[in-house]
């Protein structure tokens, strides 16, 4: 089942990466991408939703209830915060920064709520996190405009950081401690985003119908790619451990920053692209810790 799980992982890190680089491309559109894309996952899960409620076996409904409300808050968090950044901030500066400080965060949150205490490699691995995001986001001769830029980077890479542990961390609580399906999960995640934003959209609806008829393409491909990589991990946890599943997860930082380059014509490339591989490296000592 090993190979199975890193095949899935894989192919989530890189729809992760690609949607991410759609995202970046409609930063100025906010929270109304947010809504459109959302609606087209709940539309497009509708079938497979009703699937695994029919054939899945007994769902406990408080479960899938409190799953759905914490998820939809945390999600909604992480989305709305991750498509602000990207109006202002560099792909290749946002997706390492938030994706290396998630298992930080984790590893903070284990030390405060479950009162563990990490061993050598994991803060070594925390340390290696944190050199990469230096490498990232400090340069050799800052401009005042530039330090304002890697100031405001640093602050959505924590937030969105911690919204992404948080996350995640309830997500592994849901599939493997309640057993709900991962399917099951994220539509109705899917579905209580949509709900908690439809009557801001009501109200912009006009603008909402622009965005889709000006963006369709987009819009469709980013609600097809957030439930693809999102579940497809999900499944993967269920099948391998977390220190398998974890490394090759993080394959989509690097993804991410060529994506950046190729796709959005981001700059310093190289410098960028070491940092992703030091934060890389932080995390994969934190998942083997």
């Given amino acids: 089942m090993i190979p199975l799980a890193a095949l899935l992982v894989l192919v989530a890190a890189f729809a992760h990466a690609g949607w ?28 497979l939703g009703i699937g695994a409620l029919v054939l899945g076996g007994e769902v406990h409904p408080g479960h899938w209830a409190l799953a759905t409300a914490v998820g939809t808050c945390l999600q909604l968090s992480y989305y709305l915060l991750l498509q602000r950044a990207y109006r202002t901030v560099e792909l290749s500066v946002v997706y390492p920064l938030s994706s290396g400080m998630a298992p930080v965060f984790a590893i903070v949150a284990a030390v405060l709520v479950f009162s563990e205490r990490p061993g050598v490699l994991a803060l070594l691995g925390a340390a290696t996190v ?26 959505f890479g924590l937030l969105i950081g911690a919204a992404n542990a948080a996350a995640t961390l309830w997500d592994k609580q849901v599939v493997s401690g309640f057993g709900i399906s991962p399917l099951l999960v994220f539509w109705g995640v899917s ?11 009501f109200n ?53 920053v060529l994506g950046g380059w190729y796709f959005l014509g981001e700059k310093q490339l190289g410098r960028r692209i070491t940092g992703s591989l030091v934060v890389m490296g932080g995390v994969a000592m934190l998942t083997f810790a």
Avoid: D, Q
């Avoid at 995202?23 to 906010?30: P, Q």
């Avoid at 087209?40 to 509708?46: E, F, I, K, Q, Y």
């Avoid at 579905?191 to 959209?201: D, K, M, N, T, Y």
């Avoid at 269920?238 to 991410?256: F, G, H, N, Q, Y």
């Fill in 20 to 47: 991410n680089v759609c995202a970046k491309r409609m930063g100025a559109s906010g929270w109304l991408f947010v809504y459109s894309y959302m609606l087209v996952s709940a539309v497009l899960l509708l079938p």
């Fill in 191 to 201: 579905i209580g985003e949509v709900l908690v934003l439809s009557p801001l959209a």
């Fill in 130 to 155: 944190i050199a990469g995001v230096m490498v990232i986001t400090v340069e050799r001769a800052p401009t005042p405009l530039s330090r304002a830029a890697k100031l405001s980077a640093l602050g």
């Fill in 204 to 256: 912009r609806r006009r603008e909402v119908r622009t965005l889709f008829t000006a963006h369709r393409r987009e819009i469709l491909l980013v609600g097809l790619l957030v439930p693809t990589a999102y579940i497809l991990v999900l499944f993967a946890i269920r099948m391998a451990p977390v220190s398998v599943i974890s490394p090759l997860k993080e394959l989509s930082i690097v993804t991410a």
